[in-house]
Each structure stands twice: as structure tokens, then as C-alpha cells.
């Protein structure tokens, strides 16, 4: 249960993380572990995010159980943190390189 629970963080950190890559507008030279590891922390962030403007609530369908209807806020919340995560990363790193080179 555990590994099923790590392959489904790995690969949701990757798709969250290409889509985080096609927002941002430039050339990110990172790998697909890297590609990963924004994804994650870019869902984390859009967790926050999330949690601190609509409160902490679970959606749930009318059974009581998580649906994949109910999932796509969190998605969107999560592309956006990894976009923002990204961006962050992209001018942090890209002042340095240019003060390197001048």
C-alpha cells in the first residue's frame, strides 16, 4: 500500500510538474526527476494556498467519498503552486547566472 502510494505521488508530481513547465514562459533546464520533485512541491504549495483562502474543507461527493469529479480543484491548485514554485526557481537562479556572466 505504501509503494502504491509513492508511485501515485511520483507520478502525479509529474504530471503536475510538465503542466507547471508549459505555463511558464522561458527554457527550464531540469530533468525528470527535477520535473518531478516541482510537481510535488508544487501541489504542497497549492494545498496551502488552497487551505489558507477556502479553509481547510475536504470536498466529497454525496456518498461521502472522494470522487475523481470532486479532485479537479485540487489539480488546478496544484498546476498553479508548481507554475509558481517554478517561477520562483526560473528568476531566483536566472539573476545569479546573469550577475556570473557580467
Known sequence: MVVGSLIGWI???LIVGLLARALVPGQQKMGVLLTIVLGIVGAL?????S???????????????YAVETAWPGWIMAILGGALVLWLCVALT????????S
Open 11 to 13: 507520478f502525479a508530481g
Open 51 to 65: 487551505s489558507m483562502l477556502f479553509g481547510p474543507n475536504f470536498i466529497v461527493d454525496s456518498t461521502g467519498t
Open 45 to 49: 504549495v497549492g494545498g496551502f494556498i
Open 94 to 101: 536566472s539573476d545569479r547566472t546573469a550577475n556570473r556572466l
